[in-house]
């Protein structure tokens, strides 16, 4: 605009150009997506059979074998995981968003913020120090732990934000019927935002199940089937990282299968998610 | 109502109150247990890591070398790899994340295809971190190897030089150590060798010496070529070597007690052929200290050497530049979809009335909107360099995992990270852990403060 001589022909020629290289360049993005959902599915589909699924790994030279191990030991942690940081986490939330104002609350959401930010391999030191050494030895329920206070502040933020949604009559509603304070609570803002809540319950288990470096120093691996939370456990993005980084065909093996496993269930979460959320259009 | 009913109301309500109480207390009570965590988190890094601010302080933050055997850290390269993988990361997913962002925010809001894009990018945060890094080791190096030969990014010879990770030596389980007390030539083959120490010209049975490792003293062949300034050592020690490999020779220890200077080093630029077995040279001290009491025949002294040549081992394509490619499709999605939000805030007003002056398309996003979005998109990059600094396995998985300083950007490495995933459970004495505990710090400050600042910015641009 500051050049009057430059023709409009031009300008909107740079426009259509300019729309191009943006149309381009975003779309390319999906194509290492794809190329790996692709890749993962072809390597790891002709992997998958019974065995796979329900026997242990065989030693290095060995053929066969199965990643039973990291499926139970996976499914035990989450689980775990799961029943540890959902109760604290929506608590947590239904204070952040009951007081939005005060000191308290204000710390307290600012260390959700940084716990957000903080990368997974130092949450693993930390729970090694808090939980493995005074114990005396790595165990499924100290992976649990450090999974669970990383799906605390997803948790935590998608309970607030949906709770925020709803309308202070409805609280009102209940408080004025004489109801006290943790039955209008419990009884009715939870339910009505319970769908919010349960997605992004699932999104950060679908964030965690695919977790590897909190687990490095917690659960460890196991190349046997474990179903002690105080012993060592397999996982499935443990088994992946120490396979994948192993020269043993057969091993690779074994972590294409798990690659595909682990990635379809955490795509399917991260779906099943996107479908509920849509009611609640909560950012995360 | 009768007395009972009242009586029981008032029971109820003093339950109910109580259970109210109980309640919020609880609320509470996990508000500041969330605080806790987080502090606690801080205090333990900052504790666990004292041993090594401590006793290294500040030099730990430019120290070249990392030598965990000989109690030395310095986290430069560390340092170094983690911000070479970051920012080159940032770099490369900039133009992509803008484009999503201008595209999902001004081109194309709704509608199938920005539907599919959106989910995409959704999916591409979701995929774990282990499966990047398993699909970049399979198929991305494999890639990379094939460009940087093309490109000829390897001299012959760059990553010939001697590695403590993967050349060892020692002496009735004492360990030498590498460059001080000794050093595998340059044309030393790689293999591992466990065996008794004989001189080469023991008068024991040929049954006897076989496949063991064989001692070698220079001083007769230096002191009879002494004036020929023409004369190779290295020629001969090869030519030696081949011949005693012939006899049986496991390996070979060669030392120099004349006292006349060999200049014998490790040269990485050589580019004789490759032996078969291992050749180390042991410096003058080191043989008085470790070798003086098997001159004779006993056979009183056990070896075991590994000589690697890291050119032969280290796979082409693993490095600072594949983890960077596979850390930058990562990255991706946190500033694109932050952008698309800050690019949907543009108020309309603004773009109608850069429109109505007849400003194109193009226009009004380089004048209008990015101007109005700046610190916003801003603060997306900020979040994105976050994910970068933090992220581990499919870095750990590609880059390659040595402790030298990345001579260039193809060159193998380490980030903080990814040493830490590393060595932890390794770590065998308490100065090594709490250096490594110090990397953790340093990794928990940095993205903490970037995070933050991302997130102040965020907000004060909501809130406008």
Known sequence: MSKPKVGIQYRLGKSRLFQGTIFVLAFVVTLPLMAIIAYIFKEGITKI????????????????????????????????????????????????????????????????????????????????FWLVKPTGGFSAWSGSIALAVMMLPIIIRSTEETLKLL??????????????????????????????????????????????????????????????????????????????????????????GASLILLFTVLLLNIITKITTRRWNIQL | MGKINTGKYTKHTYGQVRMENVFKRTLVAIAIVMIIIVVGIFLTLIVKSMPSIQSLGLKYLWGKTWDP??????????????????????????????????????????????????????????????????????????IVQKMENSWNAHKFGEYKKVDTQYNTFSVNDKKLALDTDYFPLSYSGTSTLEGTIIPDNSTLPDSVKQGQMWMLDLKPMLEANKNKPSYNINDAITKIANDDFDKGAGGLILYNTSGIADNLQFNRKDTTTQLVVPVVYVKDDAYKKYFTAATDNSGSLQASVTTVDPYNILPYGIGI????????????????????????????????????????????????????????????????????????????MVIGNT????????????????????????????????????????LFLVTVIINMIGKRIIKRFTNE
């Open chain 2, 321 to 396: 530049f594949t983890a960077s490619l596979i850390l930058s499709i990562m990255i991706i999605p946190y500033a694109a979809s932050l952008g698309r939000e800050m690019i949907k805030m543009v108020p309309s007003p603004l773009k109608e009335g850069a429109y109505a002056l007849g400003a194109t398309r193009y226009e009004v996003i380089r004048s209008v909107i990015l101007p109005y979005t700046k610190s916003g998109l801003f603060a997306g990059i900020l979040l994105s360099l976050g994910r970068a600094l933090g992220e581990t396995m499919a870095v750990t």
């Open chain 2, 69 to 142: 055997i000989n109690n030395v850290y310095g986290a430069l390269p560390f340092l170094l790899g983690t911000l070479l993988t970051s920012f080159l990361a940032l770099i490369i997913s900039i133009p992509f994340s803008f484009a999503i962002a201008v595209y999902l925010g001004e081109y194309n809001p709704r509608g199938w295809l920005s539907n599919f894009l959106k989910n995409a990018v959704e999916l591409i945060a979701a995929v774990p971190s282990v499966i990047y890094g398993f699909w970049a080791l399979l198929v991305l190096v494999p």
């Open chain 1, 49 to 128: 059979n019974w065995d796979f699924i329900t026997k242990i790994p065989k030693p290095v030279g060995e053929s066969g074998g199965g990643i039973a191990n990291a499926l139970v030991g996976t499914i035990i942690i989450v689980l775990l995981a799961t029943i540890i940081a959902v109760p604290f986490g929506i608590l947590c939330g239904i204070y952040l968003s009951e007081n939005r104002r005060g000191r308290l609350s204000y710390w307290s959401r600012l260390c959700v913020d940084v716990l957000q930010g903080v990368p997974s391999i130092v949450i693993g030191i930390v729970m090694y």
């Open chain 2, 403 to 442: 402790s030298h300083m990345p001579t260039s950007l193809f060159s193998p490495g380490n980030t903080m990270a990814s040493v830490i995933a590393n060595e932890f459970n390794e770590a065998s004495h308490d100065l090594y852990w709490s250096a490594l505990v110090e990397l953790g710090l340093a």
């Open chain 1, 167 to 256: 309308p202070d009559t409805l609280k009102e509603a209940g408080l004025a019927l004489g109801l006290p304070y943790h039955k209008v609570i419990l009884r009715i803002i939870v339910p009505c935002g319970f769908s919010g809540i349960i997605s992004g319950v699932m999104l950060s288990v679908a964030r965690i199940a695919g977790e590897t470096a909190p687990l490095l120093f917690t659960a460890l691996g196991n190349m046997y089937l474990n179903t002690n939370i105080r012993r060592p456990t397999e996982t499935l993005p443990h088994l992946i990282y120490y396979y994948a980084s192993s020269p043993d065909e057969n091993w690779h093996n074994l972590a294409w």
